[in-house]
């Protein structure tokens, strides 16, 4: 796998499996089978502008987060962001020096944003009920195989990066630290 070049089908049906369900056709879904066609909040103009200002925030942090993620898996990880085309290299630049799992971080900021946007209680549930499941299956499922593919350098990386809410001040990893002290000899 190492230095072969995944083609761009591969990325996208992960992408349409994975968060494009999570994100798109179970919200529309759920919108359509609830009959939402509006807010329960629409007569209430301020209570709107602010929660469309909410919602348009927390999208697009989430759309960027997921941009950075799949841009980063192509380029650096070698590998998709499904499971089945994992990446074979591990990815410590940008968003992930921050946060271990960006793409997660950016579905949860996007559903909550259409939970917003909506003000549709079923949307908040299905937020809820997609938090939970990631709260399971991520540490006891994804991190384990990361352990196993990646070994201490994953504990490492583990050990310091917090895994949905991002660090402000980004983690360096050792193995930069040690570049930058070479490059100053």
Same mark, same amino acid.
């Given at each position: 796998? /190492?230095?072969?070049?995944? +083609?761009?089908? *591969? ?7 994975? +968060? ?18 509006? $807010? $329960?909040?629409?007569? !209430?103009?301020?209570? #709107? ?24 898996? /192509? #380029? ?19 968003? !992930? ?16 944003? &259409? ?6 209680? @079923? ?7 997609? /938090? ?11 991190? +384990? ?6 070994? &201490? ?5 583990? *050990?310091?990066?917090? #895994? ?8 360096? @990893? @050792? $193995? ?5 002290? *070479?490059?100053?000899?």
């Amino acid at each position: 796998m /190492v230095g072969v070049k995944i +083609p761009i089908w *591969k990325h996208l049906r992960a992408i349409a499996f994975l +968060p494009g369900m999570a994100i798109l056709v179970i919200p529309s879904s759920i919108l359509f089978l609830t009959k939402m066609s509006g $807010s $329960s909040w629409f007569g !209430y103009p301020l209570v #709107r502008v602010i929660s469309i200002a909410l919602a348009a925030l927390l999208i697009s942090v989430g759309l960027l987060l997921m941009a950075q993620t799949i841009s980063m898996f /192509v #380029r650096i990880g070698k590998g998709t962001l499904a499971p089945w085309d994992a990446t074979s290299h591990m990815v410590l630049h940008g968003v !992930y020096r921050h946060v271990r799992n960006p793409m997660i971080s950016g579905v949860f900021c996007i559903l909550l944003g &259409e939970s917003v946007l909506f003000g549709s209680i @079923p949307l908040f549930i299905w937020f809820v009920i997609f /938090v939970l499941m990631n709260a399971i299956y991520i540490p006891f499922i994804e991190e +384990p195989g990361l352990e196993e593919r990646f070994g &201490e350098e994953y504990l490492v990386y583990k *050990k310091n990066v917090p #895994r949905w809410i991002p660090l402000i001040k980004p983690w360096i @990893p @050792p $193995s930069f630290k040690d570049a930058d002290e *070479k490059r100053r000899e």
